[in-house]
């Protein structure tokens, strides 16, 4: 029972608005994460959900705890990336990070610049903070849904790949546990080296 549950994955999710967390209007982020994961997910993951204001310290500390306390393999965050005077969650996250991993963030304004050509604000990041893969992600919806799907084809097959097709074998490689998705959803890319035996639909 113990090594199964230390083979679970650990998602901390963060949400960073000043409205949100002052009750000033619900949260969306923190809720279409869960259902898409829920989506996502064949193996078997909890979750850990924090709704905190725009303020620097905070995050910092937020992300700290779920990556050094909580031992989360990978940390969400939603809000915070534009170029506005309290958005501060990319300074947050590299000031805890042990890595900068550049890819993510470049991925991510691709995806969006498909929809919006205001992509070219985001100022999302992706870092690893010990064993621990940290992403910012944007903070509607439909936008998270992109960033983690890609972009698809009217027949469905995907055009730019979505970032969560990479961040399995990432944390495979940061020591976490191995992660199986629904590939309807997305379809998690291993070098052939890499991939293990699944339950079907998964990869």
Known sequence: MTEEKAEE??????????????????D???PALREWFARALVSPWQMESRLIPDERALIERTLIA???QACCH???TTGGTGPAPRDV????????????????????????LHFVPTAILSRQVGVIRGRSLILNLPGQPRSIRETL????????RTVVPGIFAAVPYCIDL???????????????????????PGPPGAR
């Open 66 to 68: 779920l990556c050094d």
């Open 9 to 26: 994955l650990r998602i901390g999710l963060v949400s960073i608005s000043d409205r949100a967390a002052s009750g000033v209007y619900e």
């Open 89 to 112: 969650t990319p300074e947050a996250t590299l000031a805890v990070a042990d890595k900068p991993m550049p890819g993510f963030g470049e991925q991510m304004r691709r995806i969006s």
């Open 149 to 156: 799907e890609g972009v698809k084809d009217a027949e469905g």
């Open 174 to 196: 940061i020591g976490g546990p191995y992660i199986e998705t629904h590939e309807a959803v997305v379809k998690a890319f291993r070098p052939k080296s890499a991939l293990r």
């Open 74 to 76: 990978l940390v969400l």
């Open 28 to 30: 969306q982020g923190l």
